[in-house]
């Protein structure tokens, strides 16, 4: 009997108290197992054995626990996402201290909307190949985490839209503009951008320089 299956019958065992901790640490394993082994490699190329072992369970358990190798990567990349849009919305309230003439100038919004998306294309670089199948998986109606895909663009839109929004009431911004389709166009010019960069043949590298040039040609007719 392998040592991993010694384990979880020894687990099964044990009383229920103990077993939830044991389960809650076996998971916390799953997850920094897969969350090394995707910032080390790409997707294809981690087994569901590497991340196993890895863990330090047999992979029969790792089954039970994630389902199959796709839904590992939406969730630990899901749960990075997350972690990165909390720290970009944390930072853009506490940037937002702006003195009463800064609020007239556009460009305090504009900077707001940049650091906004230069923050999504650092997150990126992190392993570009692995964040454009997460990006396609949302993509695809059957994918179970789909919501969680439309939920985090909607962070990012909502916030646009919001620091578009500010602009308009301080004048800094056009008033015959809905900043909520703005914020749908500036979150579009980012997804294309990461979706075609593989297909185009450019540079990860080049990615926050693309999507740089391409918001300010879509947001700076809206100010002044």
Same mark, same amino acid.
């Given at each position: 009997?392998?040592?991993?299956?010694?384990?979880?019958?020894?687990?099964?065992?044990?009383?229920?108290?103990?077993?939830?901790?044991?389960?809650?640490?076996?998971?916390?394993?799953?997850?920094?197992?897969?969350?090394?082994?995707? &910032?080390? &490699?790409?997707?294809?190329?981690?087994?569901?054995?590497?991340?196993?072992?890895?863990?330090?369970?047999?992979?029969?358990?790792?089954?039970?626990?994630?389902?199959?190798?796709?839904?590992?990567?939406?969730?630990? $990349?899901?749960?990075?996402?997350?972690?990165?849009?909390?720290?970009?919305?944390?930072?853009?309230?506490?940037?937002?201290?702006?003195?009463?003439?800064?609020?007239?100038?556009?460009?305090? $919004?504009? !900077?707001?909307?940049?650091?906004a998306y230069q923050a999504r294309c650092d997150f990126y670089l992190r392993n570009p190949h692995n964040a454009t199948l997460y990006l396609r998986?949302?993509?695809?109606?059957?994918?179970?985490?789909?919501?969680?895909?439309?939920?985090?663009?909607?962070?990012?839109?909502?916030?646009?839209?919001?620091?578009? &929004?500010?602009?308009?009431?301080?004048?800094?911004?056009?008033?015959?503009?809905?900043?909520?389709?703005?914020?749908?166009?500036? !979150?579009?010019?980012?997804?294309?951008?990461?979706?075609?960069?593989?297909?185009?043949?450019?540079?990860?590298? &080049?990615?926050?320089?693309?999507? !740089?040039?391409?918001?300010?040609?879509?947001?700076?007719?809206?100010?002044?």
């Amino acid at each position: 009997m392998a040592k991993a299956d010694e384990a979880e019958i020894v687990d099964a065992l044990r009383p229920l108290g103990q077993r939830d901790r044991s389960k809650a640490e076996r998971a916390a394993r799953i997850r920094a197992a897969a969350e090394e082994l995707l &910032s080390e &490699s790409n997707f294809e190329d981690i087994t569901t054995k590497r991340v196993a072992e890895r863990a330090g369970i047999g992979e029969a358990t790792l089954f039970r626990y994630i389902g199959s190798k796709q839904r590992l990567l939406n969730v630990v $990349y899901g749960d990075q996402m997350d972690a990165m849009l909390n720290t970009t919305e944390e930072l853009d309230v506490a940037a937002n201290t702006a003195t009463p003439a800064e609020r007239r100038l556009a460009a305090w $919004y504009l !900077h707001r909307i940049y650091a906004a998306y230069q923050a999504r294309c650092d997150f990126y670089l992190r392993n570009p190949h692995n964040a454009t199948l997460y990006l396609r998986a949302g993509f695809d109606p059957s994918d179970e985490l789909v919501p969680r895909h439309l939920a985090q663009g909607d962070r990012t839109i909502r916030l646009v839209a919001a620091v578009l &929004s500010d602009g308009q009431r301080a004048g800094a911004v056009r008033h015959d503009v809905e900043p909520a389709l703005v914020a749908q166009n500036c !979150h579009g010019i980012f997804i294309h951008e990461v979706d075609r960069t593989p297909v185009r043949g450019f540079s990860p590298a &080049s990615i926050w320089d693309r999507v !740089h040039a391409r918001l300010q040609v879509q947001l700076e007719p809206l100010v002044g």
